[in-house]
Structure formats: structure tokens, C-alpha cells
């Protein structure tokens, strides 16, 4: 059953070694918006990922917190969804904005080749599994969450060296 977490919960089993997993995909993900970022060159855009990475690093803090105060600081445990959601926002519409700069068929073409594309689609598949664990998994237990943090790790890391290997 999957239970939803309330400000009155405190987690129980979280660990240190949780949350510095729990950073992985955030430095990952920042590597990433670095690198897109340097070629894109659009300041929307780049606010976009810095509240992205916003929301990541303060839902590690927020778990951090868990385990050496005992305390659900809830502000921090929401914050995610919403500057995501306005980040992620921001960058696409940075797209649509500046969409008669970008080369879309010079960016599919370097998805799409070895060895990026095999990256970006286990960050996909990744990405999917994350959905499902969201949708699925009691976000108040500690295997559940180190199950979301490894997917989540594992496939920001392959966004990550798919960006890197993209010719």
C-alpha cells in the first residue's frame, strides 16, 4: 500500500548514507544542466535547472535533517514538487523561446548514435521506473526510498554520460 507522507511522519530507518545517495543524481543532474547549458546558452533555461537542483539539494537537506534531528521539516519535503515543476517548466519553455537557434535535427542525430543513445535510454527507462515508484512505493519507508534514490541515481548518471558521449 503506498502511504503518503504527512508532516507528522518522521521517517523511520533513514540513514546519512541515504541522503549522500540521494545526492547523486542531484550533482549528476547538475553536471548535466552544466554541460547542456554551456551550448544552449539561454538564462531562462539555466534558472530552470537551478531551481531543479534547488528542489533536489533541499530534499537531501530535508533527509539529512530526518536523520540527525528526528524531524520532519515539512516545507523542505514539499518544496520539491513545486520547484520542479516550475523549473522543469522553464526550461522547456526556454526551448519553445528559443527554438529558431536550436538544430533539432543536429540534437536528435546525437542522441540518437552510440553510444549516448543507449545512455539516454536507460535514463529513460530510468526516469519511467521513478513514475511507477512514485505512483506505487510508501514514501515514508527507507527501502522504498533507497529503491527510488538507486533508480533515480543510476539514471541521472546515464543522462548524464549520454550528454557527455554526444558528438
Known amino acids: ?4 507522507m504527512t508532516k507528522d511522519i518522521i521517517p523511520e ?5 541515504l541522503a549522500f545517495v540521494d545526492a547523486l543524481p542531484v550533482i549528476f543532474f547538475a553536471g548535466s544542466m552544466f554541460l547542456i547549458g554551456k551550448g544552449f ?3 531562462l533555461f ?4 537551478l531551481l531543479c537542483l534547488a528542489g533536489g539539494a533541499g530534499k537531501v537537506l530535508w533527509k539529512i535533517i530526518v536523520v540527525t534531528k528526528k524531524k520532519n521539516v515539512w516545507p523542505l519535503f514539499v518544496q520539491m514538487r513545486i520547484l520542479m515543476s516550475v523549473g522543469f517548466l522553464l526550461m522547456i519553455c526556454s526551448i519553445a523561446v528559443n527554438a529558431d537557434r536550436m538544430k533539432f535535427a543536429e540534437i536528435i542525430r546525437s542522441c540518437t ?6 545512455f539516454f535510454l536507460a535514463g529513460i527507462l530510468g526516469m519511467v521506473l521513478m513514475t511507477v515508484s512514485a505512483l506505487c512505493l510508501d514514501s515514508s519507508d527507507v527501502r522504498a526510498n533507497w529503491t527510488e534514490q538507486l533508480i533515480n ?6 543522462i548524464f554520460l549520454g550528454i557527455l558521449f554526444m558528438k
Request: hydrophobic letters at 45%; glycine letters at 22%.
Open 113 to 118: 548514435v552510440f553510444p549516448s543513445a543507449g
Open 153 to 158: 541515481g543510476l539514471a541521472q548518471g546515464a
Open 13 to 17: 530507518g533513514f540513514t546519512l548514507g
Open 41 to 43: 546558452s539561454s538564462t
Open 1 to 4: 500500500m503506498n502511504t503518503k
Open 46 to 49: 539555466m534558472i530552470g535547472a
